[in-house]
């Protein structure tokens, strides 16, 4: 069964970091793409993030590049997201997701972690 | 960046009821379409993919259609377990980009 859990969540000042991890299990994670989208409250989804399997493709949104990292670990079966200079309107449940092999289409998400960005 | 625009953002219905929802794409993304459903606290699933292919597992009453700008999500018989928040996404290109959303709500 896939599993894709995030962590690494929690309340961060206006300018503040935090580092998302995902650690995932049930599937050959060294074998896939990997994204994380966000959530911001009662509003819809947002891709932010694309890191192909073997790290050498990177993709951000606009609205976070310069200021987010996303890495991955296949030794460890982990992605990361490192989010500098946070802004409130980066406030959002995070998702990891993962991309059907040979394809961008998102197939599975993990439950979540929420990111609040507050003074 | 390609602009996916999902209508109507809301609906009313009853269980039974035949519900469409549909799904336009700025420009041309063939069939590269995928539909979730979202269910309060919890992660979007996965129901279509490639515009009308069900992923294994969904129930047959959901149905997909459509190819380059239009797309529609159909629910022949809306059940009590359907009544939640749908998103149309591209894959077609990066950056992946959502619908608004449709949320289906008892009537």
Redesign the interface.
């Known amino acids: 069964e896939v599993q894709l859990v995030e962590s690494g969540g929690g309340l961060v000042q206006p300018g503040g970091s935090l580092r998302l991890s995902c650690a995932a299990s049930g599937f050959t994670f060294s074998s896939y793409s990997m994204n994380w989208v966000r959530q911001a409250p009662g509003k819809g989804l947002e891709w932010v993030s694309y890191i192909s399997s073997s790290s050498k493709t990177i993709y951000y949104a606009d609205s976070v590049k310069g200021r987010f990292t996303i890495s991955r670990d296949n030794a460890k079966n982990s992605l990361y997201l490192q989010m500098n200079s946070l802004r409130a309107e980066d406030t959002a449940v995070y998702y990891c997701a993962r991309a059907a092999s040979g394809y961008y289409l998102v197939d599975y998400w993990g439950q979540g972690t929420l990111v609040t960005v507050s003074s | 960046d390609i602009q996916m625009t999902q209508s109507p953002s809301t609906l009313s219905a009853s269980v039974g009821d035949r519900v469409t929802i549909t799904c336009r794409a700025s420009q041309s993304i063939s069939s ?1 379409l ?1 539909w ?1 459903q979202q269910k309060p606290g ?5 129901l279509i ?2 515009a009308s292919n069900l ?1 294994s597992g969904v129930p047959s009453g959901f149905s997909g259609s459509g190819t380059g700008t239009e797309f529609t999500l159909t629910i022949s018989s809306l059940q009590p377990d359907d009544f939640a928040t749908y ?1 149309c ?1 591209q ?11 449709t949320k289906v709500e008892i009537k």
């Open positions: 590269w995928a979730y919890k992660a979007p699933k996965l993919y490639k992923e998103y996404q894959y077609n290109s990066y950056p992946l980009t959502f619908g608004g959303g």
